[in-house]
């Protein structure tokens, strides 16, 4: 389909998705977030397409809400029926709401952070499955500086990430931190030079699309995002259902096929 302030490509494997407003510091409007969302559905609906890659044009990544439309946004807007979707039974209903959806895809997401992300911005990042940063990369809540709260689960998100202080510490503060210290604390997965960014986000997703088995991939992001709702009991419980299921497939026998006889792998993901 056709997108008015994101960017859509598939090469290969690998879905890019690109917030186009870089005038704006890519800030979002109710049109950008429809389309984000539409966007990582339809690839977390394509057998094509085995990882995402989510990043910004221009300077910044996203600077969260854009200022125009947080100045005029009703106080029910959170509640308004145009961002509520079908409850889905086969996916947990945490991660079905406004901004939370990113763990419902069954793809890995990669979330390339080119500059700034704050507020919103950061949401985004933290419901993603890797985070790599630009060097020129900044990070904030800033929340607090704008008369909010911590919104849509950042609060629940941020502390299982970089741990309660510092949680704490970026919440209350709304303070900015560059990529070095949100390595640091864990924030992000890794940072790399501003002009190698798109490229080795690219190249990772290439790696879960190729070297390793797309089928285990989606189970285990699963895996993971279920946990923090399970006991160690429940945790077992999946896994030994999901290890009958893995060794009937066919990944399993390519897995030790391409391994005995010495050859990449061919993955169906099936």
């Not at 946990?227 to 259902?241: I, R």
């Not at 999901?242 to 060794?247: A, D, F, K, L, R």
């Amino acid at each position: 389909m056709n997108f008015e302030q994101i960017i859509y490509t598939v090469d290969g494997h690998v879905a890019t998705i690109t917030l186009n407003r870089p005038e704006r510091m890519n800030a979002l409007t109710r049109i950008l977030e429809a389309e984000l969302r539409t966007a990582i559905e339809q690839a977390g609906s394509d057998k094509d397409v085995r990882a995402i890659v989510l990043t910004g044009a221009g300077r910044a990544f996203c600077a969260g809400m854009d200022m125009e439309e947080l100045e005029v946004l009703p106080p029910e807007d959170i509640r308004a029926e145009q961002w509520m979707r079908p409850f889905d039974m086969n996916r947990r209903a945490d991660y079905q709401t406004r901004y939370s959806y990113f763990p419902a895809a069954p793809k890995p997401v990669i979330c390339a952070v080119n500059g700034a992300a704050a507020g919103l911005g950061l949401v985004m990042a933290l419901y993603s499955d890797f985070r790599i940063a630009s060097d020129k990369a900044v990070f904030a809540t800033a929340f607090a500086k704008r008369g909010l709260i911590a919104e849509h689960g950042i609060s629940w998100m941020l502390p299982r990430i970089v741990g309660h202080a510092h949680a704490t510490d970026l919440l209350l503060t709304s303070r900015k931190i560059d990529a070095q210290e949100a390595l640091g604390m864990g924030l992000v997965n890794r940072v790399v030079p501003a002009d190698r960014l798109l490229a080795e986000a690219q190249a990772l997703a290439r790696t879960l699309s190729a070297d390793v088995s797309p089928r285990s991939v989606r189970v285990m992001k699963r895996q993971l995002w279920e946990a923090p709702y399970q006991s160690l009991g429940e945790a077992v419980t999946l896994a030994n259902a999901e290890m009958v299921e893995s060794i009937r497939s066919e990944d399993f026998t390519e897995g030790v096929a391409h391994f005995v006889e010495r050859r990449p792998a061919r993955f169906s993901g099936r």
